[in-house]
């Protein structure tokens, strides 16, 4: 079974913190690419933010200089902390993992997603 778990989500006011955490099972978080997308009320999902398994990162115009993704492969675990949150923030943030093989078969896997919700 494999399972992405995402965690950390909450109500904050703009100019706030949250850390977004990703927990996977059933796989080796650290052979997978990940990333953290969101959709928000009345828009189609969009990256947020990725990183390779070899930990290249790559940001959303929107978050850039905001928003930092990292992983922690002994923990099986991704992190999205978003800095400066804005209203426009506001979405169900999703984790993904994805893993291709040579000959072009690939896996991809979501989590159920979490809710930021950035309001005063």
């Known amino acids: 079974q494999v399972q992405l778990v995402e965690s950390g989500g909450g109500l904050v006011q703009p100019g706030g913190s949250l850390r977004l955490s990703c927990s996977a099972s059933?796989?080796?978080?650290?052979?997978?690419?990940s990333g953290w997308y969101r959709q928000a009320p009345g828009k189609q999902r969009e990256m947020v933010a990725t990183?390779?398994?070899?930990?290249?990162?790559n940001y959303a115009d929107s978050v850039k200089g905001r928003f930092t993704i990292s992983r922690d492969n002994a923990r099986n675990t991704g992190y999205l902390q978003m800095n400066s949150l804005k209203p426009e923030d506001t979405a169900v943030y999703y984790c993904?993992?994805?893993?291709?093989?040579?000959?072009?078969?690939?896996?991809?896997?979501w989590g159920q997603g979490t809710q930021v919700t950035v309001s005063s």
């Open positions: 993904s993992a994805r893993f291709v093989f040579s000959n072009g078969d690939a896996y991809e896997y």
């Open positions: 059933g796989i080796t978080f650290s052979i997978y690419n």
């Open positions: 990183i390779t398994s070899g930990s290249s990162t």
